[in-house]
């Protein structure tokens, strides 16, 4: 090949052995793309030379799920990570596979449908942090509160873009292999940085994957999507990945999904429906004088911004969801909502006061089925009744305390609490410090 292989491996084992903190672990940024797929599949077959005894270092093999991500794209990643994990058991490489999530409360239909936040654009990208930073990064910042420090591997490549090249070279320390993170702690080992497109697509075609198989699938999605894999998101440099990228199939920072054409053009036809969606929302976000409220959410009323969505906007767009859902979950067994997120879907409608439609009646009449969410209902209703008569001195209290049961009630939906005490505790700081301010 025309890269050094061999010296590449070298340098992987060289800094997994001698490290100067040995008890470090690596965390490895995994999309299911091709930088991504090189980069682990080099460390891996690098580590397999080592005599088992010495492999004391951890491995996390780390891939986020925006929850919106592109379902054929989810699909195949779900195969891969099983097959990772199953492999690294056999052949005894420590190595674990950990999937993040954002929290419900930040889930992306709980934020567009539940509260009513517009789609995003590329002002206003309020998905990228909620959905992809910060799950990440609340890993990442676990591992470091237990191990003191960590090492992020990721497969970025210079000729990737001017951009990324641009950006490797800032940080980059001169005789060393890691470069500091912007988290605390936290370092950065790009291995494959060097590698050119072409010597990436050639390593793929001719090595196969240490965890059984070939790149067929992989080669095979890239030349129908006419795309690329969205790296591990980390930071908020990282551009959207709506344009040409494997990303979020609701993206609407960019003006059109190439890859999701890509895909229906060359016999995903299924996914027709989600086009239709992610063209709707950006509709109602270039139109807000039809779709969205003039009062923002503080109650006042600004001459360049606009509110929230209109309630009638937001029945719209859910109904659009689970239209299409009944339409592709038969042959596809695809989840585009949960039920966890039409819960509190549910709950911010009757936070807003909101009590004429139902989410549970929605989904009935388009599934056919009871779906009885009514005890829920009801709690919610007589909760916000209650919040509203008991602050009605200081309404701004009412806020607060519906944040805090927001986060009480996604830690009972997701059946864990851990986390509970420190989320209430920096939302409670969070709202002191707003009062500050106003005051």
């Known amino acids: 090949m025309p890269f050094n292989l061999k010296f590449l491996e070298n340098e992987i084992i060289d800094q997994y052995l001698y490290d100067e903190n040995p008890d470090r672990p690596w965390i490895i940024g995994f999309s299911g793309g091709k930088d991504s797929t090189m980069l682990l599949q080099v460390v891996w077959n690098a580590l397999r030379k080592l005599d088992p005894i010495l492999l004391t270092r951890q491995i996390y093999v780390v891939c986020n799920d925006t929850l919106v991500e592109n ?28 999937q993040t999530i954002p929290k419900f409360e930040d889930a992306f239909w709980v934020r567009l449908i539940g509260k009513g936040y517009p789609a ?10 909620r959905l992809k930073i910060n799950p990440t990064t609340r890993f990442i910042q676990e591992k470091v509160s237990e191990k003191g420090e960590v090492v992020i591997l990721l497969g970025t490549r210079s000729d990737e873009s001017s951009t990324r090249a641009a950006s490797i070279k800032k940080h980059a320390i001169y005789g060393k292999r890691l470069r500091k993170h912007q988290l605390a702690n936290a370092y950065v080992f790009a291995p494959i940085k060097d590698v050119t497109t072409n010597e990436l697509w050639q390593y793929l075609n001719q090595v196969s994957p240490p965890w059984s198989g070939n790149h067929k699938e992989l080669v095979t999605l890239y030349r129908n999507a006419n795309s690329g894999d969205c790296p591990l998101v980390i930071d908020d440099t990282t551009p959207s990945c709506g344009n040409s990228r494997f990303g979020c199939w609701v993206c609407t920072v960019v003006n059109k999904d190439k890859s999701m054409e890509g895909l229906i053009e060359n016999g995903e036809e299924w996914m027709a429906p989600l086009m239709e969606i992610r063209s709707f929302l950006i509709e109602t976000r270039d139109n807000p004088e039809i779709y969205r409220e003039r009062k923002r959410r503080d109650g006042k009323i600004h001459d360049r911004f606009w509110g929230p969505y ?9 109904k659009r969801i689970l239209k299409a859902q009944k339409e592709i979950q ?23 006061s909101f009590f004429k439609t139902r989410v549970s009646d929605i989904y009935n009449r388009i599934f056919k089925t009871k779906l009885d969410m009514s005890k829920q209902e009801e709690k919610f209703k ?23 049961l927001a986060l009480q ?8 609490k851990r986390g509970l005490q420190a989320d209430i505790e920096n939302r409670i700081d969070q709202f002191i410090e707003e009062k500050r301010n106003q005051s």
Request: aromatic share 8%; glycine share 0%.
């Open 71 to 98: 379902p054929r794209i989810v699909k195949f990643i779900s195969i891969t990570l099983l097959k990772i994990q199953k492999a690294a058991n056999q052949q005894q490489i420590p190595l674990i596979v950990v």
């Open 120 to 129: 995003p654009n590329k002002f206003y990208r309020w998905c990228t942090e």
């Open 310 to 318: 209109k309630f009638e906007t937001r029945v719209e767009i859910l």
């Open 330 to 352: 038969k042959s596809e067994g695809i989840e585009l909502i949960t039920h966890q997120e039409m819960v509190l879907i549910q709950y911010h409608w009757f936070r807003d």
């Open 382 to 404: 007589q909760e916000t009744d209650l919040l509203k008569k008991s602050c009605q001195e200081e309404p701004k209290d009412v806020e607060l305390i519906q944040d805090l």
């Open 409 to 416: 009630k996604t830690k009972t939906l997701m059946i864990r």
